[in-house]
Protein backbone atom coordinates (compact mmCIF):
# COMPACT_ATOMS: atom_id res chain seq x y z
CA UNK A 1 0.00 0.00 0.00
CA UNK A 2 0.97 3.82 -0.34
CA UNK A 3 3.57 4.69 2.44
CA UNK A 4 5.01 8.07 3.56
CA UNK A 5 8.34 7.94 5.39
CA UNK A 6 8.73 10.93 7.28
CA UNK A 7 12.04 12.19 9.02
CA UNK A 8 13.54 13.06 11.53
CA UNK A 9 10.91 10.88 14.08
CA UNK A 10 12.51 13.37 15.80
CA UNK A 11 14.06 17.10 16.85
CA UNK A 12 15.21 18.44 19.97
CA UNK A 13 16.25 22.95 18.75
CA UNK A 14 17.44 25.29 21.04
CA UNK A 15 14.60 28.20 20.97
CA UNK A 16 15.08 30.59 17.73
CA UNK A 17 16.77 27.55 15.55
CA UNK A 18 15.49 26.57 12.11
CA UNK A 19 13.81 23.41 11.63
CA UNK A 20 13.58 21.62 8.74
CA UNK A 21 11.24 18.28 7.97
CA UNK A 22 10.80 15.91 5.31
CA UNK A 23 8.40 13.42 3.99
CA UNK A 24 9.13 10.98 0.84
CA UNK A 25 6.90 8.69 -0.95
CA UNK A 26 7.19 5.79 -3.28
CA UNK A 27 3.71 6.75 -5.16
CA UNK A 28 2.74 9.95 -6.19
CA UNK A 29 -0.06 12.29 -5.08
CA UNK A 30 -1.82 14.66 -6.44
CA UNK A 31 -2.42 17.11 -2.91
CA UNK A 32 0.30 17.32 0.22
CA UNK A 33 -0.89 18.49 3.42
CA UNK A 34 1.10 19.07 6.13
CA UNK A 35 -0.41 19.33 9.59
CA UNK A 36 0.59 20.01 13.26
CA UNK A 37 -0.91 17.95 15.92
CA UNK A 38 -0.77 19.50 19.88
CA UNK A 39 -0.66 16.95 23.16
CA UNK A 40 -4.48 15.61 23.01
CA UNK A 41 -5.86 17.45 20.08
CA UNK A 42 -6.61 16.76 16.54
CA UNK A 43 -4.47 17.64 13.40
CA UNK A 44 -4.52 21.23 12.55
CA UNK A 45 -3.93 22.42 8.76
CA UNK A 46 -0.97 24.21 8.18
CA UNK A 47 -0.10 24.09 4.44
CA UNK A 48 -1.81 22.40 1.90
CA UNK A 49 0.09 21.89 -1.85
CA UNK A 50 -1.55 21.10 -4.68
CA UNK A 51 0.95 22.10 -8.15
CA UNK A 52 4.29 19.59 -8.29
CA UNK A 53 7.08 22.46 -7.50
CA UNK A 54 5.15 24.61 -5.56
CA UNK A 55 6.69 26.26 -2.29
CA UNK A 56 3.98 28.02 -0.36
CA UNK A 57 4.57 29.77 2.99
CA UNK A 58 2.33 30.47 5.90
CA UNK A 59 3.84 32.90 8.26
CA UNK A 60 7.39 31.37 9.69
CA UNK A 61 6.49 27.72 7.38
CA UNK A 62 7.27 27.00 4.08
CA UNK A 63 6.23 23.87 2.34
CA UNK A 64 7.30 22.86 -1.48
CA UNK A 65 5.98 20.25 -3.20
CA UNK A 66 8.62 18.11 -5.54
CA UNK A 67 8.65 18.68 -8.75
CA UNK A 68 8.11 14.47 -8.82
CA UNK A 69 5.13 15.14 -6.46
CA UNK A 70 7.02 12.67 -4.41
CA UNK A 71 8.26 14.39 -1.80
CA UNK A 72 7.67 17.33 0.58
CA UNK A 73 9.20 19.47 3.02
CA UNK A 74 8.67 21.88 5.85
CA UNK A 75 10.70 24.35 7.22
CA UNK A 76 9.91 26.49 10.24
CA UNK A 77 12.13 29.65 10.79
CA UNK A 78 12.70 31.11 14.48
CA UNK A 79 11.60 28.91 16.24
CA UNK A 80 9.33 29.80 19.20
CA UNK A 81 8.32 27.54 22.45
CA UNK A 82 4.68 27.26 20.69
CA UNK A 83 6.09 25.26 17.91
CA UNK A 84 6.32 22.70 20.23
CA UNK A 85 4.26 19.40 18.79
CA UNK A 86 3.80 16.70 16.53
CA UNK A 87 4.09 17.75 12.52
CA UNK A 88 2.86 15.33 10.29
CA UNK A 89 2.96 15.31 6.39
CA UNK A 90 -0.21 13.71 4.39
CA UNK A 91 -0.80 12.72 0.80
CA UNK A 92 -3.97 12.88 -0.98
CA UNK A 93 -4.87 9.85 -2.53
CA UNK A 94 -7.61 8.97 -4.80
CA UNK A 95 -10.05 9.15 -1.40
CA UNK A 96 -8.27 9.42 1.65
CA UNK A 97 -5.16 10.72 3.18
CA UNK A 98 -2.05 8.70 3.94
CA UNK A 99 0.26 9.86 6.57
CA UNK A 100 3.85 9.68 7.68
CA UNK A 101 5.11 8.94 10.92
CA UNK A 102 5.16 12.09 12.37
CA UNK A 103 7.67 14.71 13.81
CA UNK A 104 7.78 15.05 17.40
CA UNK A 105 9.78 18.85 17.67
CA UNK A 106 10.75 19.71 21.25
CA UNK A 107 12.19 23.34 21.83
CA UNK A 108 14.76 23.72 24.80
CA UNK A 109 14.13 27.57 25.72
CA UNK B 1 -10.17 26.86 7.96
CA UNK B 2 -13.34 25.16 8.36
CA UNK B 3 -14.59 23.69 11.73
CA UNK B 4 -15.08 20.15 12.58
CA UNK B 5 -16.27 19.96 16.22
CA UNK B 6 -16.14 16.19 17.91
CA UNK B 7 -17.83 15.14 21.01
CA UNK B 8 -17.07 14.13 23.77
CA UNK B 9 -13.54 14.93 24.09
CA UNK B 10 -13.31 12.55 26.17
CA UNK B 11 -14.93 9.46 27.75
CA UNK B 12 -14.53 6.40 30.49
CA UNK B 13 -16.87 3.90 30.27
CA UNK B 14 -16.98 0.00 31.51
CA UNK B 15 -16.12 -3.00 29.57
CA UNK B 16 -18.98 -4.64 27.87
CA UNK B 17 -20.59 -1.36 27.64
CA UNK B 18 -21.46 0.81 24.16
CA UNK B 19 -19.99 4.06 23.11
CA UNK B 20 -21.11 6.73 20.92
CA UNK B 21 -19.06 9.75 19.73
CA UNK B 22 -20.33 12.17 17.50
CA UNK B 23 -18.44 14.24 14.67
CA UNK B 24 -20.06 17.54 13.76
CA UNK B 25 -19.09 19.61 10.21
CA UNK B 26 -19.96 23.45 12.02
CA UNK B 27 -20.00 25.71 8.89
CA UNK B 28 -20.17 23.35 5.98
CA UNK B 29 -21.58 20.14 4.49
CA UNK B 30 -19.35 17.24 4.38
CA UNK B 31 -20.26 14.64 2.05
CA UNK B 32 -17.80 12.35 3.33
CA UNK B 33 -16.08 12.18 6.54
CA UNK B 34 -13.47 9.98 7.74
CA UNK B 35 -12.51 8.01 10.90
CA UNK B 36 -9.24 7.57 12.58
CA UNK B 37 -7.57 5.63 15.16
CA UNK B 38 -4.28 7.42 17.07
CA UNK B 39 -2.22 4.92 19.58
CA UNK B 40 -0.01 7.01 21.83
CA UNK B 41 3.42 8.30 19.96
CA UNK B 42 2.26 6.63 16.70
CA UNK B 43 0.38 8.49 13.83
CA UNK B 44 -3.33 8.41 12.63
CA UNK B 45 -4.86 5.13 11.08
CA UNK B 46 -7.42 5.45 8.98
CA UNK B 47 -10.64 2.88 10.34
CA UNK B 48 -13.53 3.74 7.54
CA UNK B 49 -14.73 6.17 5.27
CA UNK B 50 -17.98 7.66 5.73
CA UNK B 51 -20.25 8.54 3.50
CA UNK B 52 -23.52 10.50 3.52
CA UNK B 53 -26.32 8.40 3.36
CA UNK B 54 -24.68 5.40 2.19
CA UNK B 55 -22.60 2.42 4.14
CA UNK B 56 -19.38 3.27 5.16
CA UNK B 57 -16.29 1.84 3.97
CA UNK B 58 -14.01 0.08 6.18
CA UNK B 59 -10.11 -0.46 6.00
CA UNK B 60 -9.16 -3.94 6.36
CA UNK B 61 -8.67 -5.45 9.57
CA UNK B 62 -11.51 -2.87 11.47
CA UNK B 63 -14.76 -5.23 12.58
CA UNK B 64 -17.47 -2.97 10.99
CA UNK B 65 -19.85 -4.67 14.06
CA UNK B 66 -17.81 -3.41 16.66
CA UNK B 67 -17.54 0.07 14.77
CA UNK B 68 -20.77 1.55 13.79
CA UNK B 69 -20.55 4.42 11.58
CA UNK B 70 -23.76 6.26 10.59
CA UNK B 71 -23.77 9.42 8.48
CA UNK B 72 -27.53 10.71 8.02
CA UNK B 73 -26.65 13.85 7.52
CA UNK B 74 -24.50 16.23 5.63
CA UNK B 75 -23.01 18.08 8.94
CA UNK B 76 -23.26 14.27 11.25
CA UNK B 77 -21.35 11.16 11.17
CA UNK B 78 -21.44 9.05 14.38
CA UNK B 79 -19.01 6.38 15.62
CA UNK B 80 -20.27 3.90 17.70
CA UNK B 81 -17.95 1.71 19.98
CA UNK B 82 -19.76 -1.11 20.93
CA UNK B 83 -19.50 -3.99 23.64
CA UNK B 84 -16.06 -1.72 24.64
CA UNK B 85 -13.20 -3.82 26.00
CA UNK B 86 -9.88 -2.23 27.25
CA UNK B 87 -7.98 -2.67 24.40
CA UNK B 88 -10.29 -0.59 22.44
CA UNK B 89 -8.65 2.31 24.53
CA UNK B 90 -7.17 5.10 22.17
CA UNK B 91 -7.90 8.22 20.56
CA UNK B 92 -10.26 8.83 18.14
CA UNK B 93 -9.97 11.46 16.06
CA UNK B 94 -12.99 12.44 12.67
CA UNK B 95 -12.03 14.42 9.95
CA UNK B 96 -14.29 16.09 6.99
CA UNK B 97 -13.45 17.39 3.04
CA UNK B 98 -14.92 20.18 1.55
CA UNK B 99 -16.80 18.86 -1.16
CA UNK B 100 -15.83 16.46 -3.32
CA UNK B 101 -13.04 18.30 -5.26
CA UNK B 102 -11.41 20.12 -2.24
CA UNK B 103 -8.76 17.73 -0.87
CA UNK B 104 -8.20 19.45 2.59
CA UNK B 105 -9.31 17.53 5.41
CA UNK B 106 -10.35 19.85 8.35
CA UNK B 107 -9.97 17.39 12.03
CA UNK B 108 -11.79 17.47 14.76
CA UNK B 109 -10.51 17.56 18.06
CA UNK B 110 -10.42 13.78 18.70
CA UNK B 111 -12.24 12.10 21.64
CA UNK B 112 -10.30 9.96 24.31
CA UNK B 113 -11.82 6.63 25.25
CA UNK B 114 -10.73 4.97 28.28
CA UNK B 115 -12.15 1.52 28.88
CA UNK B 116 -12.32 0.15 32.28
Known amino acids: GQQLNQSPQSMFIQEGEDVSMNCTSS?????WLWYKQDPGEGPVLLIA?????ELTSNGRLTAQFGITRKDSFLNISASIPSDVGIYFC?????????FGQGTRLTINP | GAVVSQHPSWVICKSGTSVKIECRSL??????MFWYRQFPKQSLMLMAT?????????EQGVEKDKFLINHASLTLSTLTVTSAHPEDSSFYIC????????????FGQGTRLTVV
Open chain 1, 27 to 31: SIFNT
Open chain 2, 27 to 32: DFQATT
Open chain 2, 95 to 106: SARIGARNTEAF
Open chain 1, 49 to 53: LYKAG
Open chain 2, 50 to 58: SNEGSKATY
Open chain 1, 90 to 98: AGQGAQKLV
